[in-house]
């Protein structure tokens, strides 16, 4: 798990260094979005004898798209699942926050995700977001707690100290959605998502 993390984080940097001979190009800059999971899976050959392909299958495999799908709506370069969080070796080595409790389309079972800060490329975005951690996760958990009009306050104190922090922005977004369609006594302070 620990190489999977320096390996994304790498790519990340490549893209960066690409974007700098894009941009030279005056053409528009690249961005990606990674997701990391953690588990078995079956690689292998597929397909017949005039079209055959490596392929890899496996629940993990369709996980892990969907936690690279979050990327986007998060706006963030790098999420890892919390199996994935519990496989690394030195977690200590990178700076992780908790973003959110998800289900994800197609399934049925709650999954914690996790930014990896330092696939965020812009140096003073990631060093606001790493100084912030501890306010960024209190928000978090006011959010869940259904202390919504706490939490957004938080967020949107994080928000002034680091307008470019868009998973921020995010939460601002959605406890204004929050506010207006209450949810039932029993919600657990997960997302649910029906989209991939």
């Known amino acids: 798990a620990d190489d999977a993390v320096r390996a994304a984080i790498s790519e990340l940097y490549k893209v960066k260094v690409y974007n700098v001979d894009l941009i030279k190009d005056q053409e528009s ?3 990606i979005g990674l997701g990391l ?3 078995h899976m079956m690689v292998g050959i597929v397909g017949e004898a005039g079209r055959m392909q ?3 299958l496996s629940d993990t495999v369709n ?3 969907r936690i690279e799908g979050l ?3 998060y706006v963030v370069a790098l999420l890892v699942s919390q199996l994935f969080f519990f496989n690394l070796l030195n977690p200590d080595e990178f700076e ?3 973003l959110d409790r998800v289900v994800v389309k197609g399934r049925s079972e709650p999954i914690s995700i996790y930014e990896v800060v330092d696939g965020e490329l812009d140096s003073k975005v990631r060093e606001l977001k790493i100084a912030l951690r501890g306010d960024f996760e209190a928000a978090i958990a006011l959010y869940q707690d259904q ?3 706490a939490a957004l306050s938080k967020f949107s104190e994080i928000n002034i100290k680091n307008p470019d922090d868009k998973p921020v922005k995010v939460y601002i977004q959605r406890l204004g959605e929050l506010f207006q369609t209450p ?3 029993s919600w657990d302070g997960v997302w649910k998502f029906k989209t991939k």
């Open 63 to 65: 996980l892990t798209a």
């Open 183 to 185: 949810v039932s006594n």
């Open 54 to 56: 490596g392929d890899a």
């Open 71 to 73: 990327s986007k709506y």
């Open 29 to 31: 800059p690249i961005s």
């Open 37 to 39: 999971h953690f588990g």
């Open 96 to 98: 992780l926050r908790l």
């Open 147 to 149: 202390q919504w009009a």
